[in-house]
Every structure is written in structure tokens, then in C-alpha cells.
């Protein structure tokens, strides 16, 4: 945590002294305060340059080149919404202000993403043909094809990089040199990225028999065409808070059936229960697996994740799920895909 005072300069200092405090502390900025601390702006490094330019001198008073209308974050505002602010709008130093506008504390990317870093490997399933979808396939993998404005599996991933987490592994193996080079190393979102190379198509768990490490944590594993807004993070600590081994994402299904349901006891009609509504669990496609479960997966061979918890239960493992409040939608058919796009802007953007 730094001094905050120590970056506070009056908008009566000049551009030099303003540049000084930059100079001299780690987080870059000057925060331009009155006598009460209520912000009147910022200086960054880039202002005193673009003052320059504009041909003010260093003995000019700091007001000259400071940003007036910076952005700033509420009290009531909780780390991951600032978080996401940041991150949305490419912050490096976020001020945050009392409902007086007076300085309270500056967040710091850097260190928010320290908090919340998470190091459990990820692992995206992307080998899938994505036949349902037809002619959008034929030279393009699903993982790619946009939604809104960004391929499937780079929203997926920024979820999850706004949740703190940065290692990925990604499945591939239909078209597998595209989404290669399109997310390469991870770098461009200041990740890691590998792959998993399927020779042949091994299910919903069989790649999982290729990861070299788990680093000793549950990893998660996710449909690639799956769009969500699960809190990942949640997700992972209810599946260490219940000491599970295997934790499956569930949604609720309910579908109504269009006739009366008959009721029947040997020859006679006990009753007629007119287009009741059916409702269940169904799989969402996202998982949570311990490291010692993901050793049971066998090597090169097809092997789908309710095998791997059917296997867990019959080994009296403790299994859980996670029930899915949150949007989420899978991409398997046109229509899918059609709704997806529609609800990009209000959902995701």
C-alpha cells in the first residue's frame, strides 16, 4: 500500500515539482488536490510530455497540463468492479473518491490483479468439428467464429482473465493451426497459453490425459463453445469449500409437456394432470477436477466427462454441483449461434 500523501502535489506547484513526485515514486501519477484532498486532477508522465509539445515549460503551474476530467471510481465500488473498470478501459491507476470527491485510496492494476490472481490451469476444450453448424464451420473452428465483435473463445477467455485466472491450456484439433495463431502464447492479454494436441478426438475428458502439470490445484475445464457469465472464481472456492473432487456446473431445464398426463394404477385412471411442467438439472459443461481424479482419465483414448464422474462416484469421491444462475448459453446450432450474437451488446458489452 502506498502513501497516498505522497503523490498529492497543489495545483499552485509547478509542472517540475509535479514531475519530481512522478520521478520519484513507483506508481507514476501525481494527484492534483486541494487544502480539503478533493481531486481537481491528475499528472501523468504523458501530460507533462504533451505539454511540452504544446510548448509549456517546466516553471508552468501543473494546472496547465493536468487532466481536469480524470477517471474515478465510488467508495462503494468492490475490488472486482473496479477490476473490471480498469481493465475495460485500459487503466493503469484508478482514484477512488468519497462522495465529497476527496482522495480515499489508488488502485493499482497491478497489485488488483496480484489480489485476485489465481494459478489453477485452465483448460479450454476446442478440438470439436462444430458440424451442427454447418457452412459457418466448413473453414473456420467454433472457438473462432464471432460473436459480437470477438471470436467465441477469446470472450471465454477474457472472462476468465477478469476473474484473475492465467494459465490456459487450450484442446485442439479440428483446424488447430488457426486458433494457434490467433491466440499464440498468450502474451497479447498477458497470459500463458499452451495446447493440447489431440492425434484423434478424445471426448469431453480425455485431454485432460495430456496436461504435463496441474501445479498441485483443481483445474478447470470448459466447453469452448459455451458463453457465460459464471464468477469462476466463485466457482472454484465453493469447489474447495465442500471438499469436492469433481464439481460439475449444472443449469435448470424445465420443459412443459402438451398433453394431459395420465395417471394409471393396473387398469385404472387414478387421475389427469393437464401439460404439467418438467423440471431438471442439466449439465453445463463447465467442471472443476482435483489433480488425483485427472490421473484416473486414461491415455489416448475417448473419454467423456460424465464417464470421469460416474468413475468418481462409484469410488465414493465427494462430487458436487454448481448450479448456473448466471447467463449461459451453448453454441451448437444456428440458432445458437443467431441468439448469441443478439445478446453479445446487452450481455457482454
Same mark, same amino acid.
Given at each position: 500500500?502506498?502513501?497516498?500523501?505522497?503523490?498529492?502535489?497543489?495545483?499552485?506547484?509547478?509542472?517540475?515539482?509535479?514531475?519530481?513526485?512522478?520521478?520519484?515514486?513507483?506508481?507514476?501519477?501525481?494527484?492534483?488536490?486541494?487544502?480539503?484532498?478533493?481531486?481537481?486532477?491528475?499528472?501523468?508522465?504523458?501530460?507533462?510530455?504533451?505539454?511540452?509539445?504544446?510548448?509549456?515549460?517546466?516553471?508552468?503551474?501543473?494546472?496547465?497540463?493536468?487532466?481536469?476530467?480524470?477517471?474515478?471510481?465510488?467508495?462503494?465500488?468492490?475490488?472486482?468492479?473496479?477490476?473490471?473498470?480498469?481493465?475495460?478501459?485500459?487503466?493503469?491507476?484508478?482514484?477512488?473518491?468519497?462522495?465529497?470527491?476527496?482522495?480515499?485510496?489508488?488502485?493499482?492494476?497491478?497489485?488488483?490483479?496480484?489480489?485476485?490472481?489465481?494459478?489453477?490451469?485452465?483448460?479450454?476444450?476446442?478440438?470439436?468439428?462444430?458440424?451442427?453448424?454447418?457452412?459457418?464451420?466448413?473453414?473456420?473452428?467454433?472457438?473462432?467464429?464471432?460473436?459480437?465483435?470477438?471470436?467465441?473463445?477469446?470472450?471465454?477467455?477474457?472472462?476468465?482473465?477478469?476473474?484473475?485466472?492465467?494459465?490456459?491450456?487450450?484442446?485442439? #484439433?479440428?483446424?488447430?493451426?488457426? !486458433? &494457434?495463431? $490467433?491466440?499464440? /502464447?498468450?502474451?497479447?492479454?498477458?497470459?500463458?497459453? *499452451?495446447?493440447?494436441?489431440?492425434?484423434?478426438?478424445?471426448?469431453?475428458?480425455?485431454?485432460?490425459?495430456?496436461?504435463?502439470?496441474?501445479?498441485?490445484?483443481?483445474?478447470?475445464?470448459?466447453?469452448?463453445?459455451?458463453?457465460?457469465?459464471?464468477?469462476?472464481?466463485?466457482?472454484?472456492?465453493?469447489?474447495?469449500?465442500?471438499?469436492?473432487?469433481?464439481?460439475?456446473?449444472?443449469?435448470?431445464?424445465?420443459?412443459?409437456?402438451?398433453?394431459?398426463?395420465?395417471?394409471?394404477?393396473?387398469?385404472?385412471?387414478?387421475?389427469?394432470?393437464?401439460?404439467?411442467?418438467?423440471?431438471?438439472?442439466?449439465?453445463?459443461?463447465?467442471?472443476?477436477?482435483?489433480?488425483?481424479?485427472?490421473?484416473?482419465?486414461?491415455?489416448?483414448?475417448?473419454?467423456?466427462?460424465?464417464?470421469?464422474?460416474?468413475?468418481?462416484?462409484?469410488?465414493?469421491? #465427494?462430487?458436487?454441483?454448481?448450479? !448456473? &444462475?448466471? $447467463?449461459?448459453? /451453448?453454441?451448437?446450432?444456428?440458432?445458437?449461434?443467431? *441468439?448469441?450474437?443478439?445478446?453479445?451488446?446487452?450481455?457482454?458489452?
Amino acid at each position: 500500500m502506498i502513501a497516498i500523501e505522497n503523490i498529492f502535489v497543489s495545483p499552485l506547484a509547478t509542472i517540475l515539482e509535479a514531475l519530481q513526485i512522478i520521478d520519484r515514486g513507483s506508481v507514476q501519477i501525481a494527484l492534483v488536490v486541494d487544502e480539503e484532498r478533493r481531486l481537481l486532477g491528475t499528472v501523468t508522465d504523458g501530460d507533462v510530455r504533451r505539454g511540452i509539445l504544446r510548448g509549456i515549460g517546466l516553471d508552468a503551474p501543473v494546472a496547465q497540463v493536468m487532466n481536469r476530467e480524470p477517471r474515478t471510481a465510488r467508495l462503494d465500488m468492490d475490488r472486482d468492479m473496479i477490476l473490471s473498470v480498469m481493465q475495460y478501459l485500459n487503466l493503469r491507476q484508478f482514484p477512488v473518491l468519497d462522495e465529497e470527491g476527496r482522495i480515499v485510496r489508488l488502485e493499482l492494476i497491478d497489485q488488483l490483479h496480484q489480489r485476485n490472481s489465481r494459478d489453477n490451469w485452465v483448460v479450454l476444450m476446442a478440438g470439436g468439428l462444430g458440424a451442427r453448424l454447418g457452412e459457418l464451420t466448413k473453414d473456420c473452428p467454433k472457438p473462432l467464429l464471432k460473436v459480437g465483435t470477438k471470436p467465441i473463445m477469446e470472450v471465454i477467455l477474457e472472462s476468465f482473465i477478469s476473474s484473475g485466472f492465467h494459465r490456459f491450456y487450450i484442446a485442439v #484439433n479440428y483446424r488447430a493451426d488457426m !486458433i &494457434r495463431d $490467433y491466440f499464440g /502464447d498468450g502474451s497479447k492479454w498477458g497470459v500463458e497459453i *499452451r495446447y493440447l494436441h489431440e492425434g484423434k478426438r478424445l471426448g469431453t475428458a480425455g485431454a485432460l490425459s495430456l496436461l504435463p502439470e496441474t501445479a498441485g490445484l483443481p483445474v478447470i475445464v470448459m466447453n469452448g463453445d459455451l458463453l457465460t457469465k459464471v464468477n469462476f472464481r466463485q466457482l472454484v472456492d465453493f469447489h474447495v469449500e465442500t471438499k469436492s473432487k469433481a464439481t460439475m456446473c449444472v443449469r435448470e431445464y424445465e420443459f412443459q409437456i402438451p398433453y394431459g398426463v395420465v395417471q394409471v394404477e393396473s387398469h385404472k385412471l387414478r387421475g389427469i394432470e393437464e401439460k404439467p411442467l418438467q423440471k431438471f438439472f442439466v449439465n453445463g459443461g463447465i467442471y472443476v477436477i482435483d489433480p488425483e481424479l485427472v490421473q484416473l482419465i486414461p491415455q489416448d483414448t475417448f473419454y467423456d466427462m460424465p464417464t470421469l464422474f460416474e468413475e468418481a462416484i462409484k469410488r465414493e469421491c #465427494n462430487t458436487s454441483v454448481f448450479p !448456473i &444462475r448466471e $447467463y449461459w448459453i /451453448d453454441i451448437g446450432r444456428k440458432d445458437d449461434f443467431d *441468439r448469441a450474437n443478439g445478446d453479445y451488446m446487452e450481455v457482454f458489452g
